[in-house]
C-alpha cells in the first residue's frame, strides 16, 4: 500500500510540474506552488494578467477525461474557493484583483487546461 502512496505522490508532483511549465507557457507567472492553509491545498496560484488563477491539478492515468468531475466534485471547489479567500486574506495585494479557478487535467502525458473550470458561487 505504501509503494501505491508513492506511486501517487511522484505521478502527482509530475503532474503539478507538467502543469506549471504549461502555465508558464501560455503567459502565467505562477507566484506560488503547493500553497497550505488551515482550510486546505491549492496546487499552483498564479497570475494570468490582472487576474489571481487558483488551480488544482488532476494527474490521472487510469482514468479519462469524462472522469474529471470525479476529482473535482463540489465538494472539493467548495474547498479550494475557502482556501483561495484564507490566501487573499494572507496576501492583501492580491485582493483587489479579479479571482478565477483553473483545472489542469493530465491523461497520458496529454495537458488539458480548463480555464473557469467552476466559479466562486459554487
Known amino acids: 500500500m505504501a509503494d501505491k502512496k508513492c506511486f501517487n505522490t511522484d505521478t502527482g508532483r509530475k503532474g503539478e510540474e507538467q502543469a506549471a511549465e504549461a502555465l508558464e507557457a501560455a503567459g502565467m507567472d505562477i507566484i506560488v506552488r503547493n500553497y497550505r492553509s488551515k482550510t486546505g491545498e491549492i496546487d499552483i ?4 494578467g490582472e487576474t489571481v488563477v487558483f488551480t488544482e491539478v488532476k494527474t490521472w492515468s487510469a482514468y479519462g477525461m469524462e472522469d474529471l468531475a470525479y476529482g473535482v466534485d463540489i465538494r472539493k471547489q467548495r474547498k479550494i474557493i475557502k482556501t483561495a479567500k484564507f490566501f487573499l486574506l494572507e496576501n492583501r ?25 467552476f466559479t466562486e458561487s459554487v
Not at 495585494?93 to 473550470?117: E, G, P, Q
Open 45 to 48: 496560484i498564479a497570475i494570468d
Open 93 to 117: 495585494k492580491y485582493s483587489n484583483m479579479t479571482i478565477r479557478f483553473d483545472v489542469v487535467f493530465i491523461h497520458n502525458n496529454s495537458i488539458n487546461h480548463l480555464a473557469s473550470a
